[in-house]
């Protein structure tokens, strides 16, 4: 699609069996819950994979705090373009 704004694209994963696909959708959209693909079960949108992963369970052991976010340091993922 040329025309228009780009739609962002969205991850949704379907509770039923697990299926991650992903969906262009207008924003307004985003956190509504999609239809699965495969078994049409409502989907819930994924959240943003960046800052949501704690790297606790694997080893590493940067316990300080321990609640900002990986790439940025910020607090809150908010304000992590990333
Ligand atoms: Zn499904």
């Known amino acids: 699609m040329i025309r228009g704004k780009a739609m962002p694209l ?3 994963i379907c509770p039923d ?3 991650r696909f992903e969906l262009l ?3 307004r ?3 509504e819950a999609a ?3 495969a078994c049409h079960s409502d989907a819930g949108r994924v ?3 960046f ?3 704690s790297q606790d369970e694997s080893g590493l052991t940067s316990s300080i705090g321990g609640n900002s976010c990986a790439s940025c340091g910020a607090p809150g993922c908010d304000t992590c373009g990333l």
Do not use: I, M, V
Request: glycine fraction near 4%.
């Open 10 to 12: 969205y991850e949704y």
């Open 17 to 19: 069996c697990g299926l």
């Open 25 to 27: 959708r207008p924003l």
């Open 29 to 31: 959209q985003a956190s």
């Open 35 to 37: 239809p699965c693909p």
């Open 47 to 49: 959240p943003s994979t």
């Open 51 to 53: 800052c949501a992963l």
